[in-house]
């Protein structure tokens, strides 16, 4: 027994005296940006047409109105309660929101060679109304813009929230055939439209 005695003793001492393991924890962050950017399309196809207007009225970036849409064989404005219109479409990206922005250059379809007030007797602008959206988005952008004036323009803003998840924009051009007040002016009748998408800040 004195023998067994300090063999124990030796064996616990021992046990006791055996350290805890050691942990340490650190954390590290991963940051990215993705940077914002909105582009609107290089070139554009003919998506759709109303009342006998055709694809091939439409080349690059002009739509020609066949004459036949705009007056009679007197020289009297068509009024119709039916605009004419196309609709043309791109491809267009963007991954913030944004504001989107028409401007019309002359106010409507203008004749481009007479003076600001046509002679008496004469009719020298007719209305058009103009559409700009995202594909199928109709409540993300404008929707029947009618410029009044030289350089008038039309601004959509959704505030903060994110934009759609598609990758076509599309521009809508209509000819309002209104009653005139007389003969259309004899001549060219031309109106410019822009669109500008703007990312805020």
Known sequence: MKVILPTLGAIALTGLA???????????????????FCTLPDSWQVASTTNNVTASQFSGKTWTINPALLAD??????????EVGIRVRGQGRCNTTHTIT???????????????NPPAGFQRTRRMTYNAHWRD?????????????????????HGAKAPPGVREFDVRMGLLRDPTVGPMLAGSYSDQLTVTITIPG
Do not use: C, K, M, R
């Open 73 to 82: 064989n007197t020289g009297n404005g068509i009024v119709s309660g039916s």
């Open 102 to 116: 028409l401007t019309s250059a002359n106010g409507g379809l203008v004749h481009g060679a007479s003076a600001s």
């Open 18 to 36: 055996t350290p805890a393991l050691a942990q340490s924890s650190q954390s590290v962050d991963i940051i990215g940006t993705a940077e914002a």
């Open 137 to 157: 988005q109709t409540s993300w952008g404008i929707t029947n813009f009618i410029p009044q004036s030289a350089g008038a323009s039309n601004t959509y803003d």
